[in-house]
């Protein structure tokens, strides 16, 4: 069962500013005092209508959106981490407000690497809907009072290193290519070529619609990842300075979030990484290796495409036979498929490791050490969570059945 974390420290101030030079605050200021600071809807009904008054104002209050997005920075969060509990906690209208926020500040921030130049570049599409200004300037500030109120998180590795790294890592593959064979077996470009082949797979196990294919297309996917994150291991190994892991995250978000969860932790877990939930913010922090970290975004996010059809064609089938099937049938289904497919993806990586050079082996045990002791850093205090809700035995069978139609074929010995 995947580790639990809760991130409770409090920002400090509230961000805001104030008036200076004795001046009286300015209407934006007086909106925000009135309505950021207490949670009665009255006080935000006076903050709205202030603000809905002055026009003038408008253009303030859009900067200090993107202040509140700054700020949410400094305390250790992402876009896409903003952008997930807005949809959960408020409306559409919300999440267009936030990612109107993103882009604005976006503009005038430092680069900060390709994971986060990907949300950016994920962020909802549209402009906020035309409106009366009371409504409007009431949706403003229901937002900034969340944002105004999200906690600290732990922080991520800096992207701008992440990038020096790489660039570094990509040096020492021209440096391995010219010291013999060993360093022909990861170009940079084979970095690519394998993601694409990855991608391919899981991409074709998503869209059959017969189960034995799709294990079986998700089983080789997982023998590539463990090939390529043994080539990465042996560059590292002949690196005179390897990657410090790195950390993502990823969101896990309702209904059964405790069985995505796990299956998210069990897919980091065959991944050589480690995965932590934080079940009040919806996401779990994946611990690792930056080539890892990648097929364990690939991997869950396909694997989720892939429990849906299942248990999709589960109930149809049981409903068939005239049994209704409820919230703990999906629960049992989604936990049972998560424990076995775990088992199964732990099953190829470790055949794959059995293939492997002695003098390999402890290059892949440091890495362990490295990735728990950057976890252990990260997040010093987590528990353990019991799996609730798996009270349905048709649903279990069924998951695990869904996670065990495939064989596993032979794989080829590693080159």
Not at 32 to 43: E, I, R, V
Request: charged share 25%.
């Amino acid at each position: 069962m995947s580790s639990t974390s809760d991130s409770t420290d409090e920002s400090t101030g509230h961000g805001t500013g104030d008036s200076t030079g004795g001046n009286p605050p300015g209407v934006v200021e007086r909106a925000f005092q009135a309505a950021l600071y207490d949670t009665a809807d009255a006080t935000l009904d006076r903050g709205a209508s202030l603000l809905a008054a002055d026009p003038a104002a408008d253009a303030e209050l859009a900067r200090r959106g993107a202040e509140f997005v700054a700020a949410l920075w400094r305390r250790g969060w992402q876009p896409a981490d903003v952008v997930r509990i807005v949809r959960r906690e408020l409306d559409g209208v919300h999440v267009v407000l936030v990612a109107e926020s993103i882009r604005a500040h976006a503009r005038d921030d430092r680069p900060r690497g390709r994971r986060w130049a990907a949300q950016l570049a994920e962020l909802p599409a549209g402009t906020t809907p035309p409106g009366d200004r009371f409504s409007h300037a009431t949706a403003v500030l229901e937002l900034y009072r969340l944002l105004l109120r999200l906690p600290k998180l732990e922080p991520l590795q800096e992207q701008q290193q992440q990038q020096q790294q790489q660039q570094g890592r990509e040096r020492e593959r021209e440096h391995a290519r010219a010291r013999g064979p060993h360093g022909t077996s990861s170009r940079p470009s084979d970095h690519s070529r394998m993601l694409t082949r990855i991608r391919a797979l899981l991409a074709k196990a998503e869209a059959t619609g017969f189960p034995e294919e799709a294990e079986a297309l998700t089983a080789k996917a997982q023998e590539l990842m463990a090939r390529h994150s043994v080539d990465e291991a042996l560059l590292d190994a002949q690196a005179p300075d390897p990657d410090a892991p790195g950390a993502c995250r990823i969101g896990v978000e309702p209904p059964y979030e405790q069985a995505k969860a796990v299956l998210l932790d069990a897919v980091a877990d065959a991944n050589h990484c480690k995965a932590v939930w934080n079940e009040p913010f919806a996401f779990s922090t994946v611990v690792g290796f930056e080539a890892d970290l990648e097929v364990v975004e690939l991997l869950y996010t396909s694997l989720l495409v892939q429990a849906q059809s299942a248990m999709a064609r589960a109930e149809a089938a049981q409903r068939a036979g005239g049994r209704k099937r409820t919230k703990t049938f999906r629960q049992s289904f989604l936990a049972a498929y998560a424990h076995r497919i775990g088992a199964r993806l732990g099953e190829i990586t470790v055949a794959a490791e059995t293939r492997v050079t002695a003098d390999l082996l402890p290059v892949l045990a440091s890495r362990e050490v490295a990735v728990n002791a950057a976890t252990d850093r990260m997040f010093p205090e987590t528990v353990s969570t019991r799996l609730r809700g798996v009270t349905d035995e048709a649903g279990w069978t069924e998951g695990a059945e869904a996670a065990d139609r495939a064989r596993v074929q032979s794989r080829p010995r590693l080159p």
